[in-house]
Every structure is written in structure tokens, then in C-alpha cells.
Nanobody, 124 residues
Framework: QVQLVESGGGLVQAGGSLRLSCAAS????????MGWFRQAPGKERESVAA????????FYADSVKGRFTISRDNAKNTGYLQMNSLKPEDTAVYYC?????????????????WGQGTQVTVSS
């Protein structure tokens, strides 16, 4: 079992930046994939970015490519999502997820554990 806690969300103006963190605890001695998802009001949850256990493989949704960067520090059991050039359409609750595997990509059903989410609001 892995517990995930996100932090770093907030209110930012368009063009600004935020850095989300995802602290993992519990059974973190084994390799696990990580991903970031978001859900806006009235919309389905969508994949934003994903990263493999070693960080050698990553995925980005087309809507965030070139603006967001996913990373992780396994020594700290923490994942990150650096979000730059934020747009109002990035407004959503952002969720961190982990999977008991090397890499899970953008597939929601391949993730085993989820955080509680952190709100990101981008004003125009």
C-alpha cells in the first residue's frame, strides 16, 4: 500500500507557474510508476503526465507539452509537476497517482493508489 499526498496547488495568474509535489509513504521500497491527472468541473479525469520508476520514460498530454515537466526524487519518495505558462484552461483538481509497476503511462486504470487532489486555479 502506498499513500500519496499532494501539495503546491493554489491560485495563479495566467502565464504564471506552480510546482506540485506528491509525497509517497508506505510501501515505497519497491519500484512504482507515478502519474499526474487532473479533473475540471463537469469533465472527466484526464492524464497530464507520467514518469517511470527511473525517470527514463515520460509521457505528456498534448495540451501541456512544452509547459509542464514531470520529475521524481526516489530518495525523497516525492514526485513533482512543474507547471509553467499556465492557462485558465489548466484550472482543475490535480491528482497524483502511483502504480505497482515500472511505468503506467496515461492509463487511469493502470494506477493503484491516488492522492486526495490539490486545486489549481488559473485566473485570466
Amino acid at each position: 500500500q502506498v499513500q500519496l499526498v499532494e501539495s503546491g496547488g493554489g491560485l495563479v495568474q495566467a502565464g504564471g507557474s506552480l510546482r506540485l509535489s506528491c509525497a509517497a509513504s508506505g510501501r515505497t521500497s519497491r519500484a512504482y510508476a507515478m502519474g499526474w491527472f487532473r479533473q475540471a468541473p463537469g469533465k472527466e479525469r484526464e492524464s497530464v503526465a507520467a514518469i517511470s520508476w527511473t525517470g527514463s520514460r515520460t509521457f505528456y498530454a498534448d495540451s501541456v507539452k512544452g509547459r509542464f515537466t514531470i520529475s521524481r526524487d526516489n530518495a525523497k519518495n516525492t514526485g513533482y509537476l512543474q507547471m509553467n505558462s499556465l492557462k485558465p484552461e489548466d484550472t482543475a483538481v490535480y491528482y497524483c497517482a502511483a502504480a505497482d509497476t515500472y511505468y503506467s503511462g496515461s492509463f487511469t486504470n493502470r494506477y493503484d493508489w491516488w492522492g486526495q487532489g490539490t486545486q489549481v486555479t488559473v485566473s485570466s
